[in-house]
T-cell receptor, first 113, second 111 residues
Framework: NAGVTQTPKFRILKIGQSMTLQCTQDMNHNYMYWYRQDPGMGLKLIYYSVGAGITDKGEVPNGYNVSRSTTEDFPLRLELAAPSQTSVYFC????????????FGPGTRLTVL | SQKIEQNSEALNIQEGKTATLTCNYTNYSPAYLQWYRQDPGRGPVFLLLIRENEKEKRKERLKVTFDTTLKQSLFHITASQPADSATYLCALDNYGQNFVFGPGTRLSVLP
């Protein structure tokens, strides 16, 4: 199993550009999450999904969109990039509700100039 | 308001000593609490989970306690080694749907 994979690893965007961060997991997990982590800070939840076709907002959803058309994929879309979205983005998954660990991807480092 | 705090941003200890990290929370009622390790430039890695009805959990040199009355979890690393140097994050279950993470404590174990 590859686990949770994210692409790209690094990206520089100009203000106002758009992009999609890709996240794929091959563990057949129902739950998937997107977090952002600013320097020296903890993880903030952007969006999450409890299964294909179901998504919900987390703590900091403004400026982002998600979709979950398959169990494996959970892309995160930035429509109009702003400097405040400069961060490291982590995707994570877990099998189901309850006391199950989250498996994290390696992260995408995004800079908006 | 809801809040999660971890005792200090950074903690330095001598090799061989026990490191103790604290996670305090307010206005949450988590069914369980998790601890993760994060190395620079990498995603967090799960270490331990403890449920609300458990007082203590151990795994090798790691020990976690959970006091729902004090709203606090303690994370201990005994016989610490320089390889234990990392940032440690606590995470609370948030009504079973998602997690809320603390800001993390950066631990440095000095040889």
């Amino acid at each position: 199993n590859a686990g949770v994979t994210q692409t790209p690893k690094f990206r520089i965007l100009k203000i106002g550009q758009s992009m999609t961060l890709q996240c794929t997991q091959d563990m057949n997990h129902n739950y998937m999450y997107w977090y952002r982590q600013d320097p020296g800070m903890g993880l903030k939840l952007i969006y999450y999904s409890v299964g294909a076709g179901i998504t919900d907002k987390g703590e900091v959803p403004n400026g982002y969109n998600v979709s979950r058309s398959t169990t494996e994929d959970f892309p995160l879309r930035l429509e109009l990039a702003a400097p405040s979205q400069t961060s490291v983005y982590f995707c994570a998954s877990r099998p189901r509700q309850g006391g199950y660990e989250q498996f994290f991807g390696p992260g995408t480092r995004l800079t908006v100039l | 308001s809801q809040k999660i705090e971890q005792n200090s941003e950074a903690l330095n200890i001598q090799e061989g000593k026990t490191a103790t990290l604290t996670c305090n929370y307010t206005n949450y009622s988590p069914a369980y609490l998790q601890w993760y390790r994060q190395d620079p430039g990498r995603g967090p890695v799960f270490l331990l989970l403890i449920r609300e009805n458990e007082k203590e959990k151990r795994k090798e040199r790691l020990k976690v306690t959970f006091d729902t009355t004090l709203k606090q979890s303690l994370f201990h690393i005994t016989a610490s080694q320089p390889a234990d140097s990392a940032t440690y994050l606590c995470a609370l279950d948030n009504y079973g749907q998602n997690f809320v993470f603390g800001p993390g404590t950066r631990l440095s174990v000095l040889p």
